[in-house]
């Protein structure tokens, strides 16, 4: 079975200053992505960042980036710098090369941001 | 370009109602994936239809429904509707079969009562 797992239900940060939302997961394929995506309240998801499995580089978006570590099937996302407009839940998730468009998310972590 | 619509945005139907929820996705996108988002069982995969085919499906029952048409527009029918369906109800849109290039329309929220 493959799983994605956000320990965190609930993570708070002040303005400007760094926060880290940790992700486990679980599969047997050896070629997927992972994904952060953020929901505001307009429930709306957007894409925050992605990684492909094969990289060993981890991804970068501007204030955004990833710690992926493959072998302990961790993906953490760091927010730099952070922003009222970040406060969102954040929801990790895996998508298999072999699955299409099926994606597997994590229970996700609420974020707010404190003036 | 337009991003991923769904129709209608919000719902209120009984117990044994049936429903059919619909998404547009983003213009020369093939494929289109919907999920169901509860506040109990977050984000599950509903199923995925990639050139009026369904490719995929999830662990919901057979009360949940779905298909594609040639412009690639999709509906979903959830029949004989049960109080644990109500959940927002997401959608999204690919160029092809894969999750690289995802995007996800701003759902209907389902309500019954």
């Known amino acids: 079975a493959q799983t994605v797992t956000q320990s965190q239900p609930e993570m708070s940060v002040q303005e400007a200053e760094t926060v880290t939302l940790s992700c486990t997961y679980d599969t047997s394929e050896s070629d997927y992505y992972l994904f952060w995506y953020k929901q505001p309240p307009s429930r709306q998801m957007i894409l925050v960042i992605r990684?492909?499995?094969?990289?060993?580089q981890n991804a970068t978006e501007n204030r955004f980036s990833v710690n992926f570590q493959k072998a302990a099937k961790s993906f953490s996302l760091k927010i730099s710098d952070s922003q009222l407009g970040d406060a969102a839940m954040y929801f990790c998730?895996?998508?298999?090369?072999?699955?299409?468009?099926?994606?597997?998310f994590g229970q996700g972590t609420e974020l707010s941001v404190k003036p | 370009k337009a991003g991923v619509t769904q129709t209608p945005r919000y719902l209120i139907k009984t117990r044994g109602q049936q429903v059919t929820l619909s998404c547009s996705p983003i213009?020369?996108?093939?494929?289109v994936s919907w999920y169901q988002q509860t506040p109990g069982q977050g984000l599950q995969f509903l199923f995925e239809y990639f050139s009026e085919t369904q490719r995929n499906k999830g662990n919901f029952p057979g009360r949940f429904s779905g298909r594609q048409f040639s412009n690639s527009r999709s509906e979903m029918n959830v029949s004989t509707l049960e109080l644990g369906d109500s959940a927002l109800y997401l959608c999204a849109s690919s160029p092809a079969s894969t999750v690289e290039t995802q995007y996800f329309g701003p759902g209907t929220r389902l309500l019954v009562l």
């Open positions: 998730a895996l998508g298999p090369y072999n699955q299409g468009g099926k994606l597997i």
């Open positions: 213009s020369g996108h093939r494929s």
């Open positions: 990684q492909e499995a094969y990289k060993q």
